[in-house]
T-cell receptor, first 113, second 113 residues
Framework: GDSVTQMEGPVTLSEEAFLTINCTYT??????LFWYVQYPGEGLQLLLK?????DKGSNKGFEATYRKETTSFHLEKGSVQVSDSAVYFC????????????FGQGTELSVKP | DARVTQTPRHKVTEMGQEVTMRCQPI?????VFWYRQTMMQGLELLAY??????LDDSGMPKDRFSAEMPDATLATLKIQPSEPRDSAVYFC???WGAGETQYFGPGTRLLVL
């Protein structure tokens, strides 16, 4: 079945470090891919998305490229800030299943000053 | 700034009691999703609606959970009777159509004693 696998956390970085959170997926169709972020005590917010192969989603300094050949959608940021501390979820959306989102297990990021 | 709202934000109840959670989707959105988040299971899709009609509720325990949309501005998730294993954060999300971004509410944190 369709699934998303993320690297396990927690990930702890110093401020201004480079961030990569790995995400790979398994899907029978042609999904759209998303990264959502959840700050403590809040709901999920869309961070970025890509709807087809080779698309790059970007927002707030974060980027992810839809790689069909490696079935991956890794999240990157060149210089993290303390305010980026949150849980990050990779997700895929299958159109022919009514728009269901399938989430990875989440990766907690902690950025230290 | 349009947002999904959920009430109550926190609920503590005793085993066997009925729990009703409410969600007001963003005006104009025609799709509503209910998710449950726990440390052990992560984010699970419970049910979703399009144009107020249930599309899929296969993620819900049918014997105790029910979800409805009495009108376009209100979605409800009910648990009767509640059990300690139902303790979780319940999120509502809304969107437009099958392939569009889902916008999440702040969640209802439920504790069943």
């Amino acid at each position: 079945g369709d699934s998303v696998t993320q690297m396990e956390g927690p990930v702890t970085l110093s401020e201004e470090a480079f961030l990569t959170i790995n995400c790979t997926y398994t899907a029978t169709g042609y999904p759209s891919l998303f990264w959502y972020v959840q700050y403590p005590g809040e709901g999920l917010q869309l961070l970025l998305k890509a709807t087809k192969a080779d698309d790059k989603g970007s927002n707030k300094g974060f980027e992810a490229t839809y790689r069909k050949e490696t079935t991956s959608f890794h999240l990157e940021k060149g210089s993290v800030q303390v305010s980026d501390s949150a849980v990050y979820f990779c997700a895929l959306l299958i159109y022919n299943q009514g728009g269901k989102l399938i989430f990875g297990q989440g990766t907690e990021l902690s950025v230290k000053p | 700034d349009a947002r999904v709202t959920q009430t109550p934000r926190h609920k503590v109840t005793e085993m066997g009691q009925e729990v009703t959670m409410r969600c007001q989707p963003i005006l104009g959105h025609n799709t509503v999703f209910w998710y449950r988040q726990t440390m052990m299971q992560g984010l699970e899709l419970l049910a979703y609606f399009r144009n107020r009609a249930p599309l899929d509720d296969s993620g819900m325990p049918k014997d105790r959970f029910s979800a409805e949309m009495p009108d376009a501005t209100l979605a409800t998730l009910k648990i009767q009777p509640s059990e300690p294993r139902d303790s979780a954060v319940y999120f509502c999300a809304s969107g437009w159509g099958a392939g569009e971004t889902q916008y999440f509410g702040p969640g209802t944190r439920l504790l069943v004693l």
